[in-house]
C-alpha cells in the first residue's frame, strides 16, 4: 500500500518586506489523494508552492494547519515510508556513488552484506552496476540523479516523492530518465508523487496531473493515456496526449492575471 | 557514457610540476621570484651598515655557526614541543567547539561573542597574567600558542558550517538522521575545507605566538635566538631563526594541503582549483 493524503494542508509564514511584515501564504486549503501505485504530478508556475507541499507531505516542512497521512497514518516529520528525489539530486559528494545509496540504507538501520547487496541491486536497476565507485562529480547530471532515485528507492519506501527531479538536466537526458522512471514504476508498482513545471513531463508521467495556483488546487486532470507507456516519442504524437496536454495549459493559464 | 575520470589523472599530473596556462611550471616562477629577491637583498645589503641589516650571504654563514654549535638545534626542540602542545590542542578544541557553535543557535549566540571577540584580543597585553598564572616554563608559552591559534580555526569552522548547503542537511532528514549523525557525516565533511583553511591560517599565529611566548617569559628557543642577537646587534644571527620560522610556516602550510586533499579529494573536483 501507499496513498498520500493531504487534507486541507495551509502554510503561512511572515515575511518583513521594506520593514512591514506581511504575512505570505504559500499553500492554501490544499487538498488532493496520490492513490496506491499511481502517478501524481504536481504542476504549478514557479512560487505557487508545489515544492512546499511536496516538502510538507515529506516532513521537512510542517504545515500551518491541515494534514497529511499515508495509509492514514498522519505525517509528523520524515519517515522511510516515504522516499526523496531532489532537484539537484543532492548526493554527498564526498562519498562514491554505492555509499551515497548505502547512508540511506545504514540511517534505516540495514548492516553488513545486505547493507552492500541491497544497494548495488538500486543501483543496478537504474544502470548504474558499472559506476559505483565514482563519486558525485566523476558523474553526469544524469547519472547522479540516477544515484538520487536509488537512494531513495533502496529504502523501500511506500511513496517516491520527487521535487523537480529532470529539471536540471538537458532535453535528451531528461527523457531517457523519464523513461526510466515508467520503467521502474512499473516493475516496482511505487506510489509517485512528483513536482514539475514541465507540461509534457507531468502529462506523460503522471495519472492524474494537479494543478496550482497561488497556493490553491486549481484543477486536477486525469490522463487517460494507457499504461504500460512504452513508446514515448509515440505518446507525444497521439491526440489524447494533446488534448490531455492542452487542457492541462488551459487549466495553468486559468488563474494566470490577463494581459492587455 | 563520458569518462570524467580522465580529468582525474590529468590533474594529478599537474601536481607535480604543474605547468601555468602559458606552459612555464609553477615552482619555477616561485622558484624566480625567491632568486631575485635573494639578489637584490645581497646586493642591497652588502652596501649597508650590518647594525641595520644583513645580506643573505652573511645570514648564511651565521646560520651555519649556529648549527655547528648545536644552539640552533636546541632552540628548535625547545620551541617545537609548546608549539606542537598548544596548536594541537587548539586544533583539537577549536574544530568541535566550531561545529556546535555553528550547528545550534544556542551555542552561537552564547559563545559566538566570545570567540569573535577572542580572535582581536590583543594578546602580548595579556602575557603578563597568563605568566602569574602558568609561569614562566612550558606551560605559558603553551597557552600563548594555543590562545593565538584556536579563534581562527574555531571561526573558520563556524563560517563554514554556516555554509552547509541546507539541502544537504535535508538528505541527512529525510533519511531520519538524529542530529549527532548528522553532525558527524554530513556537516563535518562538508565542512572539512573550511576547517583545513582555519588550521592553515593558524599557523601563522602560532608561530607568532610562539615567538612572543619566547620573548616575554622565559627567554628560550629560536626567539631566544632572535631577542639575544639583537641585543647584541648581530643581526645576521638575528635572521636565521626568523628565516627558519617563515621556511616551517610555509612547509608545514603544504604539508597541511597534502593532508587536506588526502582526507578530502572530492575537494577539487567541486572547487576545480589550481592544486598549489
Same mark, same amino acid.
Given at each position: 500500500m501507499g496513498e498520500v493524503n493531504l487534507v486541507d494542508v495551509s502554510k503561512r509564514f511572515a515575511l518583513r518586506i521594506e520593514g512591514e511584515l506581511h504575512t505570505v501564504r504559500a499553500l492554501d486549503r490544499l487538498s488532493f489523494t496520490v492513490r496506491d501505485g499511481e502517478i501524481v504530478a504536481l504542476i504549478g508556475p514557479s512560487g505557487c508552492g508545489k515544492t512546499t507541499a511536496l516538502r510538507i507531505a515529506m516532513g521537512l516542512e510542517a504545515a500551518t494547519s491541515g494534514a497529511v497521512t499515508v495509509d492514514g497514518v498522519a505525517v509528523t516529520g520524515c519517515g522511510y515510508d516515504r522516499g526523496m528525489v531532489f532537484q539537484h539530486a543532492e548526493l554527498l559528494p564526498w562519498l562514491t556513488a554505492l555509499q551515497n545509496v548505502e547512508f540511506g540504507l545504514q540511517m534505516k538501520g540495514m548492516r553488513g552484506t545486505a547493507l552492500h547487496d541491497t544497494a548495488m541491486k538500486y543501483l543496478t536497476l537504474v544502470g548504474l552496476a558499472d559506476s559505483v565507485k565514482r563519486r558525485p562529480y566523476q558523474l553526469s547530471g544524469g547519472m547522479q540523479q540516477r544515484v538520487g532515485i536509488a537512494r531513495a528507492l533502496a529504502i523501500d519506501p511506500k511513496v517516491l516523492l520527487m521535487d523537480e527531479p529532470f529539471g536540471a538536466l538537458d532535453a535528451q537526458t531528461r527523457e531517457t530518465l523519464q523513461a526510466e522512471l515508467l520503467d521502474i514504476h512499473a516493475r516496482t508498482q511505487k506510489t509517485i508523487l512528483f513536482v514539475t513545471h514541465d507540461l509534457d513531463e507531468a502529462v506523460l508521467l503522471a495519472d492524474r496531473v494537479v494543478v496550482m495556483q497561488h497556493g490553491r488546487l486549481q484543477e486536477i486532470v486525469a490522463v487517460p493515456l494507457p499504461r504500460p507507456r512504452d513508446d514515448l516519442a509515440k505518446i507525444r504524437g497521439s491526440a489524447q496526449f494533446a488534448q490531455t496536454r492542452y487542457h492541462v495549459w488551459q487549466a495553468l493559464h486559468a488563474g494566470a492575471p490577463t494581459l492587455h | 557514457m563520458v569518462d570524467i575520470v580522465d580529468r582525474e589523472s590529468a590533474a594529478d599530473e599537474a601536481a607535480g610540476a604543474a605547468p601555468g596556462r602559458h606552459g612555464v611550471p609553477r615552482l619555477a616562477v616561485t622558484a624566480a621570484s625567491l632568486v631575485v629577491i635573494l639578489v637584490l637583498w645581497e646586493i642591497l645589503g652588502r652596501h649597508i651598515n650590518p647594525i641595520f641589516g644583513a645580506p643573505p650571504s652573511a645570514i648564511f654563514a651565521a646560520f651555519v655557526d649556529l648549527v655547528r654549535n648545536g644552539k640552533l638545534a636546541a632552540a628548535l626542540a625547545q620551541s617545537l614541543q609548546p608549539f606542537v602542545v598548544g596548536y594541537g590542542v587548539a586544533i583539537a578544541v577549536g574544530v568541535p567547539l566550531g561545529l556546535i557553535i555553528g550547528r545550534f543557535w544556542v551555542a552561537e549566540a552564547a559563545l559566538g561573542i566570545l570567540v569573535t571577540g577572542g580572535y582581536a584580543m590583543p594578546l602580548v597585553a595579556l602575557v603578563p597574567l597568563l605568566i602569574l598564572w602558568? $609561569?614562566? $616554563?612550558f606551560a605559558v608559552k603553551a597557552a600563548v600558542i594555543f590562545l593565538m591559534s584556536i579563534f581562527p580555526i574555531c571561526i573558520n569552522t563556524w563560517l563554514g558550517v554556516k555554509s552547509v548547503p541546507k539541502t544537504l542537511i535535508d538528505v541527512g532528514k529525510s533519511f531520519v538522521a538524529p542530529d549527532a549523525v548528522i553532525l558527524r557525516r554530513i556537516v563535518l565533511p562538508a565542512t572539512l575545507p573550511y576547517i583545513m583553511a582555519g588550521i592553515r591560517l593558524a599557523v601563522g599565529r602560532a608561530v607568532v605566538g610562539m615567538v612572543i611566548a619566547e620573548f616575554f617569559t622565559q627567554i628560550s628557543g629560536l626567539g631566544g635566538i632572535i631577542i639575544n642577537a639583537a641585543n647584541n646587534f648581530d643581526t645576521a644571527t638575528m635572521f636565521v631563526p626568523i628565516i627558519l620560522l617563515m621556511v616551517m610556516a610555509v612547509g608545514l602550510n603544504a604539508l597541511i594541503g597534502r593532508f587536506e586533499r588526502l582526507v578530502a579529494p572530492w575537494q577539487d573536483e567541486i572547487a576545480g582549483r589550481d592544486r598549489d
Open positions: - | 602558568f $609561569g614562566l $616554563g
